[in-house]
């Protein structure tokens, strides 16, 4: 069976996660999760105030608010890394960066293009077009 017949996408809105499900949300260094998914985070899956970086809770942090796309990748690898140890676990990735930090899915998703192979990651369906179309996929 080819990767593609296979492959989700994380939902638009994700209000529950099953036991073993991580939210992936965009933070800042701060850790002050005050709206858009770090709100959703902080409020249903146990993102910590003041902890800006990393797994917490039913959820993951990636820092989107400290500069350009460049200050964002290490902590995007850091990310795929930790996802490809936690096999047992399925990451939910959101628009990270695309809401109140302002990028566009176009700056962000080829930050993913690793995570695309990881059969326990989920992407937005905008990231997931736009890292197949960098590398000519259908």
Request: net charge negative; with cysteine.
């Amino acid at each position: 069976m080819a990767q593609d017949e296979n492959l989700k996408y994380t939902p638009e809105n994700i209000t529950s996660l099953g036991k073993d499900d991580i939210f992936v949300f965009g933070s800042n260094l701060a850790g002050i999760h005050a709206g858009g998914a770090a709100r959703v985070a902080y409020e249903r899956f146990g993102a910590i105030m003041g902890q800006g970086v990393g797994i917490q809770g039913q959820s993951y942090a990636i820092p989107t608010m400290q500069g350009g796309v460049d200050t964002i990748k290490p902590y995007v690898d850091e990310f795929i890394a930790l996802a490809r140890e936690w096999d047992q676990n399925t990451f939910y990735v959101t628009r990270i960066g695309c809401g109140i930090a302002g990028f566009t899915d176009e700056e962000i998703a080829p930050l993913f293009a690793e995570a695309l192979e990881l059969y326990n990651v989920r992407l937005p369906e905008s990231f997931v077009k736009i890292i197949r179309s960098n590398k000519n996929l259908k």
